[in-house]
């Protein structure tokens, strides 16, 4: 099983519907999120281009958060989903440092936290609350491992792309573009 | 006759020696005024710390993007500092430098209180310092941290018996010159003297502990400031990105300690009026000991910068033009001058290597290298890898709020009341190493 994710780019039109999602369905403190927008714009007036992502933790296939753990408390569960412990987490704040994606945040309770692809959820057969509330249907998720799930098909019959490929972290979050 | 003689004058100069030594422990003017000082300091750093734990690091200036700030900044700058008594008990020691004799136990002094000291500033930084022993109980391997927590242990306690074990002989002396020691001092003194007769075989043990140990040592001490180089080298972030940070922290280590070590022996010598014996030679000659070190860092500052500077790849040039020219600039080229220029051009004079010059020299290069902790820390944590938008503006700067502050200068009180103190209970000088460097009979060391 390899849980993935992927983000229609030409369908997001930016509403952080899935950023508010993710606050209430993981009870994130007012202040932080666990995955936001971007919004990049291309070219010269008046030839612009405007790219809207919704971006969120790769639940990379190598990577250097759990890596560099002193304590096992950042590790990789089934699916390829990177998950914290709080009661584990000294706080030391390495995987912060080791994330090309500032995909980690400092809880207030001084543990680390991050998106955790909503296992909870997943693992009853229901989608992310982020992939459930997307009004436009741009977000997708699914098992790679499946060849029959939406983000195989997608990845199929579309062109995608990573964030940051250069980091060699081998990202699962797709961008369909 | 003339035997007799030389001999009667041998115990004459090593009695005056002993006493001047032995003295300021005992009395020492100023002492009262330099305690409650430092007494201010730590309760500063006791409330702010109360703060701290009861807040969280909330209370702190760090934010999502600086989550690393002063508190690590600080942490590189003490394990940097403690390197020093590898540097020189170790390195000069075994390779038969003489007038580092008088000097080895303050570098070890300054080793064993800065070495300590660094390993309690990570646990400040923690976000949950309760749980700190978990490195311990669920430590897992391939973690840097555990790494520089293993190594920063065993630093510690390679220092600290690289400061007892010379410390035998001269515990046997003083604990017959002491008579104002209380009781528990002078059954402390019995303890570590450690039953020292100083019997041919009595000497030849601790002349062979003390060399392996300054061998065993020298591998430690680089590896503590390679770790701490590869907390921040093992990411993919710009400024950190680099694969000399090993050396090139190593380097700086050695300018920044050396530097500690001038103010203590400068401070040492006025305040304990030890004129004779940390004499201008001394000075002399640890003058150029920084101009060599600083030469070697200089050449790994112009490595580090001049490579990327001269590619500018994209990210890095954000990183580069920052420091040189943005808005770490001051402190940049503070740190760059005071930490490594100045130390070169003004010791090259021989009017400069005198004690009052070194001690302003030292202290701006103590100072510049706090600064380039700083400098290598937080700007690079500023410019992300993949900076996310929309993120409050106050992610940009970092300011340190008062607490952190606080903290901060209570570590620095902290590392300084661990020196007051060893400098209070033992020699500063190693009495029985500089009698014999003057030819005193180990009989009259020992008697």
């Not at chain 2, 390679?158 to 046997?172: E, V």
């Not at chain 2, 003004?346 to 030292?362: E, N, Q, T, W, Y």
């Not at chain 2, 409050?392 to 007051?420: N, R």
Request: hydrophobic letters at 45%; one cysteine or more.
């Amino acid at each position: 099983m390899r849980y993935a994710m992927t983000m229609d780019i030409k369908k997001c039109v930016g509403c952080s519907d899935c950023v508010v999602a993710c606050q209430t369905e993981n009870n994130v403190p007012i202040g932080f999120c666990r995955d936001w927008i971007v919004e990049n714009v291309d070219g010269t007036y008046p030839n612009l281009e405007l790219e809207i992502r919704s971006e969120r933790c790769n639940h990379c296939d190598d990577t250097p958060c759990v890596r560099t753990c002193p304590t096992g408390a950042s590790h990789v569960i089934e699916g390829g989903i990177v998950k914290v412990t709080p009661i584990e987490c000294i706080g030391c704040g390495a995987c912060i440092q080791a994330c090309p994606y500032d995909a980690r945040y400092f809880h207030p309770d001084g543990y680390v936290d991050k998106c955790t692809f909503c296992d909870h959820r997943v693992t009853k057969g229901q989608d992310t609350a982020c992939v459930s509330v997307c009004p436009t249907k741009s977000l997708a998720f699914g098992d790679l491992d499946d060849p029959n799930s939406p983000v195989s098909i997608l990845l199929r019959e579309r062109k995608w792309k990573v964030n940051a490929p250069e980091a060699g972290t081998k990202p699962q979050v797709y961008f369909l573009t | 006759m003339s035997e007799l003689q030389s001999k009667e004058e041998a115990r004459k100069s090593f009695d005056k020696m002993a006493k001047d030594i032995v003295r300021p422990m005992q009395n020492h003017f100023g002492l009262n005024a330099w305690v409650f000082t430092l007494f201010l300091i730590l309760s500063l750093f006791g409330y702010a710390w109360f703060l701290q734990l009861r807040d969280g690091l909330g209370v702190t200036g760090l934010h999502d993007y600086t989550s690393w700030g002063m508190y690590i900044a600080n942490f590189v700058f003490f394990v940097a500092a403690a390197l020093v008594g590898m540097l020189i008990t170790a390195v000069l020691g075994l390779s038969g430098v003489k007038w580092i004799t008088p000097i080895s136990r303050i570098a070890e002094i300054i080793a064993v209180s800065f070495a300590m000291i660094a390993g309690l500033v990570i646990v400040f930084d923690m976000g949950r310092p309760d749980r700190v022993l978990n490195i311990f109980f669920h430590g897992r391997l391939q973690s840097p941290i555990v790494w520089d927590i293993t190594v920063v242990t065993i630093y510690t306690i390679i220092s600290m018996l690289l400061l007892l074990l010379p410390l035998i002989p001269d515990m046997n002396i003083i604990k017959k010159r002491l008579p104002k020691a209380s009781n528990m001092q002078l059954k402390m003194y019995n303890i570590l003297s450690l039953g020292w007769m100083g019997t041919p075989e009595q000497y030849k043990i601790i002349h062979k502990s003390i060399r392996v140990l300054s061998i065993l040592i020298i591998p430690v001490a680089l590896a503590i400031h390679t770790v701490t180089s590869w907390l921040f080298a093992s990411t993919l972030r710009h400024g950190w990105d680099s694969t000399i940070f090993g050396p090139y922290f190593v380097s700086g280590a050695f300018v920044s300690g050396v530097a500690a070590v001038i103010i203590a022996m400068y401070v040492f010598r006025t305040s304990y009026k030890l004129q004779d014996y940390l004499t201008d030679f001394h000075f002399d000659k640890i003058a150029k000991l920084l101009v060599l070190v600083s030469l070697v860092y200089f050449y790994f500052n112009i490595n580090e910068f001049l490579v990327p500077a001269y590619k500018m790849k994209s990210g890095d040039d954000h990183h580069i033009l920052a420091l040189f020219v943005g808005e770490w600039a001051v402190l940049f080229w503070f740190a760059q001058i005071f930490g490594n220029f100045v130390p070169i051009v003004l010791l090259l004079f021989k009017k400069m290597r005198k004690p009052g010059p070194m001690m302003i020299i030292a202290t701006l290069a103590i100072l510049g290298a706090w600064a380039k902790r700083f400098i290598i820390v937080v700007p690079t944590q500023l410019n992300p890898h993949l900076p996310i938008q929309n993120v409050p503006d106050s992610f940009h700067v970092y300011t340190p709020t008062g607490p952190e502050i606080a903290i901060t200068i209570g570590t620095i009180g902290m590392a300084l009341t661990i020196i007051t103190i060893l400098a209070k209970i033992f020699p500063v000088i190693p009495i029985w190493e500089v009698a014999e460097e003057k030819g005193i009979d180990r009989e009259i060391i020992n008697e």
